[in-house]
């Protein structure tokens, strides 16, 4: 049985996979996983891709047997980041490529409401903070992350 934190990682994976080319998005993933790599596990046929890295959690507790990610009066939670990987021929292709990632990744995110997690307590997917482009990880290759804040609630028999 997978846990509520593991089921929200794949669902933002599944809402990144809509990353298809067509439409709005700008690019068409090669990869993409809940499961955590890194651009150095990238082959060169395998960008652009995406993956899920799960953060740093608080919780409130909302009864004796039930909490909630982050203070139950903010707009704070789980924070879940996912991370866009481009790579291009030169440093102007790939910059462009790096912002094209992120509206990527914005526009599929912030357009599927709840991560299509209904019933699963999720209240809220919160856009917390764009990280700049991590260049020189690999040569012609970039980075971008994106934080999210998810509020949702567990119990001791349900996590």
Same mark, same amino acid.
């Given at each position: ?10 669902? +933002? ?15 068409? $993933? ?6 955590? #790599? ?5 082959? &060169?046929?395998? +960008? ?5 890295? &799960?953060?740093?959690?608080? +919780? ?10 982050? &203070? ?18 030169? %440093?102007? /292709? ?9 509206? /990527?990744?914005?526009?599929?995110? $912030?357009?599927? /409401? %709840? ?8 209240? %809220? ?8 482009? +991590? ?11 994106? #934080? ?5 609630? #567990?119990?001791?028999? /349900?996590?």
């Amino acid at each position: 049985m997978s846990s509520k934190r593991l089921n929200i990682l794949k669902a +933002f994976d599944t809402t990144l996979a809509n990353i298809d080319g067509t439409g709005d998005y700008n690019n068409t $993933l090669v990869r993409h996983s809940h499961k955590y #790599f890194t651009i150095s596990d990238l082959g &060169p046929g395998e +960008f652009p891709a995406t993956t899920v890295a &799960p953060g740093i959690a608080d +919780f409130s507790m909302l009864t004796n047997c039930k909490y909630t990610s982050g &203070p139950r009066t903010q707009d704070e939670g789980w924070i879940v980041s996912t991370i866009g990987y481009v790579s291009k021929d030169t %440093q102007e /292709d790939l910059s462009e490529a790096c912002e094209d990632m992120i509206e /990527d990744m914005l526009r599929a995110i $912030l357009n599927n /409401d %709840q991560l299509g997690l209904a019933g699963s307590e999720v209240h %809220q997917v919160i856009l917390k903070r764009i990280m700049h482009p +991590f260049y020189g990880l690999r040569e012609n290759a970039a980075a971008v992350e994106i #934080f999210w804040a998810v509020k949702y609630d #567990f119990s001791k028999t /349900d996590l």
